[in-house]
């Protein structure tokens, strides 16, 4: 058994060209027309692709851009952060605990840009300065 494309018997591959010869005018002409859109809709497809492809490409890059700068403002800033918390950290005298933790810590909670809800800890925070605790 041998498989192929087209018509297996000569006498139906001969009644196929039969039937596309007595095709009318006007339906092989709209076929030739539709197969020519067709192509031309494929290539701008393919076209459009391609500059979606470069597109994201470029976004993609530009991204990567931003977030390497912003990583490394966020290390500068931190690498900052740590020194002047080192330095200060020289100055400890006794009794200026709570002034440290308050340095530390966010009492306001409007100007709070955390996405995790920390009034809680505040409030305790506030309370113990407040009121110490008693050994």
């Keep these: 058994f041998k ?3 087209g ?3 000569s006498y139906a591959a001969i009644s196929q060209v039969d039937r596309l010869q ?3 005018e006007s ?3 709209w076929r030739e027309e539709q197969k020519e859109r ?3 809709l494929d290539a701008n497809s393919r076209k459009q692709e391609a500059e979606w492809k470069e597109k ?3 976004e993609l890059e530009e991204w990567y851009a931003r977030q390497d700068e912003k990583l490394q403002k966020t290390k500068a800033s931190n690498r900052a952060a740590e020194e002047a918390f080192v330095n200060d950290a020289e100055d400890i005298f006794p009794g200026t605990e709570w002034e440290r933790v308050a340095q530390l810590c966010d009492f306001n909670p409007k100007s709070s840009k955390q996405a995790k809800d920390v009034s809680r800890m505040r409030s305790v925070l ?3 300065k407040q009121a110490p605790l008693v050994r």
């Design 3 to 5: 498989e192929s494309n």
């Design 7 to 9: 018509p297996t018997d």
């Design 22 to 24: 007595s095709e009318p």
């Design 27 to 29: 339906i092989r002409k």
């Design 38 to 40: 067709l192509e031309q």
């Design 56 to 58: 994201a490409i470029k």
């Design 126 to 128: 506030i309370s113990l």
